[in-house]
């Protein structure tokens, strides 16, 4: 297998951001969430192809989390000035993040290398699973006798609140593990 498959598949998520944005922008909800679906699939593939056939390199390790933090935090910007979620959720991801990022930084100019824990991994699965359902929030739900329940935005901010949680979470867990870089 070719060395850069998995580079070449982390690349197309990045350049698939700006299509997945214009397409939720101008109103196409669906059509975003198949765009961000396959860029979230690429996420998966990339990393099955890098660890299968050893081909971690790298790239792979600061672009792969990069293109990922890209991906969600792009959804989740259009979803604040669509007026989908509140702002607060935007600023938390973005201060994990940054935090996380910050840390690793230090510990690199240090020698250590904090890896990403299960935590961090599970989050951002239950980032891109929330963005999707936020995106299909609108199918129509189920008749309960004559009231309509719209299941689809019941299932958004249940999985929103899930991420909203891991996210908080894995940072504080990343900091933890790294207070030893506060000394």
Same mark, same amino acid.
């Given at each position: ?6 580079? /070449? ?15 939720l922008?101008?109103? +196409? ?9 396959? %860029?979230? %699939?690429?996420?998966?593939? !990339?990393? +099955? ?14 672009? !792969?989390?990069?293109? !990922? ?8 910007? /259009? ?13 938390? #991801? ?26 961090g ?20 739900? #189920? ?8 299941w689809?935005?019941?299932? %958004? ?6 991420a ?5 979470y ?14």
């Amino acid at each position: 297998m070719n060395k850069n498959i998995p580079n /070449c598949l982390t690349m197309l998520r990045v350049l698939m951001i700006p299509a997945f944005v214009v397409v939720l922008m101008r109103g +196409h909800a669906f059509a975003a969430a198949i765009l961000f679906a396959l %860029a979230s %699939a690429t996420d998966a593939l !990339d990393g +099955h192809l890098a660890r299968k056939y050893d081909l971690i390199s790298n790239f792979g390790k600061l672009m !792969d989390p990069l293109a !990922d933090k890209l991906l969600v935090v792009s959804a989740f910007a /259009c979803f604040v000035e669509l007026g989908v979620v509140p702002a607060w959720v935007l600023i938390v #991801i973005l201060a994990r993040e940054f935090t996380i990022t910050g840390l690793r930084a230090v510990a690199a100019s240090e020698g250590v290398v904090i890896a990403a824990g299960a935590s961090g991994k599970l989050k951002t699965v239950f980032q891109m699973l929330a963005v999707l359902a936020l995106l299909l929030r609108d199918i129509p739900g #189920i008749v309960l006798g004559a009231a309509f329940v719209p299941w689809g935005a019941r299932v %958004a901010v249940g999985l929103l609140a899930v991420a909203v949680l891991l996210t908080i979470y894995s940072g504080a867990e990343y900091v933890v593990k790294s207070r030893q870089l506060f000394r």
